[in-house]
């Protein structure tokens, strides 16, 4: 089983779409994070957690927010989505080593 | 805030030896880390410095130096498979990652 789930795995939607992107994981750590992708760059952060009540805003937040329901799970939403968030999107969650993240398998989000 | 520079695109033959550079200036450090990306695929991790001198891992090393704001990852004995993109990471206190812009390798036969 994979250790990082990410929901959906793709998604086109339109302009002015609430939409809810969300990753579950199964190792049981606390620190879980979710990343944008644009093509040809690196991945900036956009909110991250520590804990179920421990929840931050990251280098772009603006536009999003984030739920964290439970230890394992960890939702990011788009309230009104634009096209300028089209992008590829990763939740990542501690490794096994202090200073590793592990992805998950990404969404590629389109809005139109 | 964190900025990182790093070489837009490498390429190389396999069996050659491969260098990435990264520069970086902080407000704050804890070490750097190196990923690796392939296409459509997720980031995974490779290596972490957090002190000066040089991390070897088999095929890769990773390299070192606070005082230069500088790290550097070594790719030896090129193989196909390491075509893929790289990304420089610094990692702050809070344990979170800021990443360069990613190096892409093509590897040629």
């Known amino acids: 089983d994979a250790d990082v789930t990410q929901t959906p795995r793709n998604r086109i939607t339109k302009t002015g779409k609430r939409i809810m992107l969300e990753c579950s994981q199964t190792?049981?750590?606390?620190?879980m994070y979710w990343y944008r992708q644009d093509p040809g760059l690196g991945l900036r952060l956009i909110y991250y957690s520590f804990d179920v009540k421990d929840i931050n805003k990251g280098e772009i937040s603006d536009g999003y927010s984030v739920s964290r329901q439970a230890q394992a799970k960890f939702s990011l939403s788009l309230e009104s989505a634009i096209p300028n968030q089209t992008a590829l999107y990763f939740c990542?969650?501690?490794?096994?080593?202090?200073?590793?993240?592990?992805f998950g398998p990404g969404t590629r989000l389109t809005v139109l | 805030g964190q900025s990182l520079e790093q070489p837009s695109e490498v390429t190389a033959v396999e069996g050659a030896i491969v260098q990435i550079n990264c520069t970086y200036q902080t407000s704050g450090f804890y070490g750097l880390s190196w990923y690796q990306q392939h296409d459509g695929g997720a980031p995974t991790f490779l290596s972490y410095?957090?002190?000066?001198g040089l991390e070897e891992t088999g095929r890769f090393s990773s390299f070192l130096s606070r005082s230069d704001s500088y790290g550097y990852l070594l790719l030896q004995e090129l193989q196909m498979k390491d075509s893929a993109s790289y990304f420089c990471a610094v990692r702050d206190a809070g344990n979170k990652l800021t990443f360069g812009g990613g190096t892409r390798v093509l590897v040629k036969p």
């Open positions: 990542a969650t501690r490794g096994d080593r202090e200073y590793e993240q592990f």
């Open positions: 410095n957090a002190l000066d």
């Open positions: 190792k049981g750590h606390d620190r």
